[in-house]
């Protein structure tokens, strides 16, 4: 794909971003998953030159039921800028998003630079805190629907994050119960186990992804391991919570979709 290419798709999905309006999914076959990530790094550097920041990343497909739901089968990650992080307990703008949904999730907070693959016995050496988070997905595309190399051009689908309190609680993280509530009402459940069987795991991953496009992620970046369970949509006025034992818990509140 020429450069030329890429910045134009590029130019397409941040506008679609910026102005909460869907786009219509790429040809199939126009790019491969290579190019899907140039675009994708393409469209992050059209943020930053607004003056936006990089906050860490986000891994995508983390989870069987994840993967299910999107009809994908691969692990896919992407960035998470400061204009993404919406205040816990505050109140989200429905009108910044063109059909948002909601997933569980765990946040790390970093403590070293990671520049190289890590392995499992490392990770916790990594990890400054914990925090229980949610994550907004929106997709640019019409419907939400797309391919993988689609959703990977399309920051994975990334749009806002509320992060709860940070905790140095990592024992029990491996198999911690998740629920989320809307309105008090139960509407997603699960595991931590679901993602990649231990959230810690994901760091991991997370370290050999960033190696094979030879980045780093600096000391004091979040990153977001994917969801626990599948996602829920999102409605106006409503209160959402999420619970993750042995943690805390984080919520936000629905404004207007106008």
Not at 76 to 99: A, F, K, N, P
Not at 118 to 132: C, F, G, N, Q, S
Request: proline letters at 3%; glycine letters at 10%.
């Amino acid at each position: 794909m020429s450069g030329n290419a890429i910045a134009n798709a590029a130019a397409v999905l941040d506008d679609a971003a910026v102005k909460a309006q869907a786009v219509d999914q790429f040809a199939p076959g126009s790019f491969d998953l290579a190019d899907a990530y140039r675009i994708q790094r393409a469209s992050i550097q059209r943020r930053v030159a607004r003056g936006d920041g990089i906050r860490g990343i986000k891994l995508g497909f983390t989870s069987r039921a994840k993967m299910i739901q999107m009809g994908v089968d691969s692990l896919i990650w992407g960035w998470l800028t400061e204009t993404m992080i919406e205040e816990e307990g505050g109140t989200v703008d429905l009108g910044r998003y063109i059909h948002p949904r909601v997933e569980p999730e765990v946040c790390f907070l970093t403590r070293r630079t990671i520049d190289r693959p890590i392995t499992a016995l490392e990770a916790a050496d990594y990890v400054e805190a914990v925090a229980p988070a949610l994550e907004i997905i929106d997709s640019r595309y019409r419907n939400f629907k797309f391919t993988l190399e689609d959703v990977v051009a399309d920051n994975c689908s990334s749009a806002g994050l509320v992060v709860g309190p940070w905790s140095r609680r990592f024992e029990g993280l491996g198999n911690a119960g998740v629920g989320v509530t809307v309105n008090g009402r139960l509407v997603l459940s699960g595991s931590t186990a679901a993602i990649l069987g231990h959230p810690l795991r994901t760091l991991v991953q997370a370290s050999r992804l960033l190696s094979s496009c030879e980045r780093s992620l600096p000391a004091g970046s979040l990153v977001m391991a994917g969801a626990a369970t599948a996602a829920h949509a999102l409605a106006p006025g409503a209160h959402i919570r999420c619970d993750i034992n042995g943690l805390d818990r984080v919520e936000f509140f629905t404004g207007s979709a106008s």
